[in-house]
């Protein structure tokens, strides 16, 4: 049994909140000591982190790679690969995938190849209705048998209210976790911009924030009706924020997220009509941006994500109305995020918090935690190193990044799952 020592560390703790130098002890895949203790009992190996920031690793709820139907645009090797380098331990995959994870078979293909192929872990979740149509709902228990961690169809809003009451109170009696993405359909049909002057001077076809707020406002109706476990993967305006507040005062069980893009990019840099800032929802106003920042570090928005969507180069070569919505971002996670420690919008355990120990706790697992027992699921990073993004050194098989060019801090440098270093940056020549 080798036992792995972690020393001269600065212990970023999200559970505890604490920000201190330490050490950690992992043996077997699992954290056995901190700090004093773990220095008593010693290491079979020592790791010298020379004062880098060491915390657990992030738990992205949202990727999508693109196995089965559109291995061009993303693999599980490669999404494997850009997750290490980016400090991602779990990946939480999508199902709006060619063909869409709606029955147990295609689960368990997709899980199967994530185990030969990925180095990080990879949790799958399942369509909520068959494929993502809205009109019938999936076998849930099946899929929840199959290894499925979440219901969800993904940026497809379930139109017919009841079969989305239907599926919350069958999910209900099954304790399982339905994500919804929180738009008035109708309402953003075709917009790829937030409504407002901007948008009007460049002609976008736009919608205003209210369809998010309203998408919400129906959903919460509906989980208040049936009691599920409800998650929206993304709010991303200030208007949706009071009802998210009542939601959770009035008690009901659930959590919202924010995509790392949401946080950290506004309406104008989409600029002269740049396909590779066009995402879904669009992205919003400043004002926006800053209510969100907000939420995120009064703990209302429990959950930051990367929403990693790859798309090839033909599909964002077009009109911006026509281009693919999404961008990469599991390596530029860490270090976009980073930015809103260096703004001084929140500390280091308050901004992990949202990208570890949170979305494990909504998804029922042990890792997003530096205490005993817990998984060595481990990120070292530091987060001052400065960096020029170039998208085509990304590991990701498509290059749609709206950072490229950007000059970024904070670089990861090694990155182990169950105690195993699934990516050591000081062996590369970067």
């Not at 368990?108 to 068959?130: G, I």
């Not at 076998?139 to 961690?149: P, Q, R, T, Y």
């Not at 069958?170 to 790829?192: K, N």
């Not at 440098?413 to 195993?420: A, Y």
Request: glycine share 8%.
């Amino acid at each position: 049994m080798t036992a792995t020592l972690f020393h001269n560390a600065r212990l970023i703790d999200p559970e505890a909140g604490t920000d201190a130098p330490g050490s950690l002890l992992v043996r077997d895949g699992v954290i056995v000591a901190r700090g004093e203790e773990a220095d008593a009992t010693g290491g079979d190996a020592r790791i010298d982190c020379r004062g880098a920031c060491l915390a657990p690793g992030l738990v992205d709820i949202g990727v999508k790679v693109c196995e089965p139907g559109e291995r061009h645009k993303e693999s599980f090797g490669t999404a494997g690969q850009a997750a290490a380098a980016g400090g991602v331990t779990t990946m939480v995959t999508r199902p709006d995938t060619t063909p869409d994870i709606d029955t147990p078979e295609v689960l368990e293909f997709v899980a199967r190849r994530a185990r030969e192929a990925s180095l990080v872990r990879v949790l799958p979740m399942a369509a909520l209705t068959k494929g993502r149509a809205g009109r019938e709902m999936t076998e849930i228990g099946f899929l929840l048998d199959a290894g499925a961690v979440a219901f969800t169809d993904c940026d497809r809003v379930v139109t017919d209210t009841k079969v989305f009451s239907r599926a919350l109170t069958y999910a209900r009696s099954l304790g399982a976790l339905v994500i919804a993405h929180v738009q008035e359909p109708t309402l953003s049909q075709g917009a790829c911009a937030t409504s407002g002057k901007f948008a009007a001077l460049r002609g976008l076809p736009a919608v205003s924030p209210m369809a998010e707020r309203m998408g919400f406002d129906r959903d919460m109706a509906l989980v208040e009706m049936t009691g599920a476990r409800y998650h929206a993967d993304q709010i991303t305006t200030a208007r949706a924020l009071p009802p998210l507040e009542r939601a959770k005062r009035n008690g009901l069980d659930v959590t919202a997220g924010v995509s790392i893009h949401h946080l950290t990019l506004n309406e104008f840099d989409v600029a002269d009509y740049r396909t590779f800032f066009k995402v879904k929802p669009p992205l919003r106003s400043e004002d926006d941006r800053r209510a969100v920042i907000e939420a995120v570090a009064s703990g209302l928005i429990d959950v930051i994500s990367s929403m990693h969507t790859p798309q090839d180069e033909e599909s964002k070569r077009l009109p911006f109305e026509e281009a693919a919505s999404g961008a990469v971002a599991l390596e530029t996670l860490l270090p976009a995020a980073l930015r809103l420690y260096h703004s001084g919008d929140m500390d280091l355990p308050t901004l992990l918090r949202a990208m570890t120990l949170n979305p494990a706790r909504r998804l029922g697992l042990p890792q997003g935690r530096l205490s005993k027992g817990a998984p060595a699921d481990l990120v070292l990073f530091d987060p001052d190193a400065p960096f020029v993004l170039d998208r085509f050194a990304l590991r990701s098989k498509s290059k749609n990044t709206p950072f490229d060019g950007a000059r970024m801090q904070g670089r990861v440098i090694g990155t182990w799952v169950g105690g195993t270093c699934v990516y050591d940056r000081t062996s590369e020549h970067a």
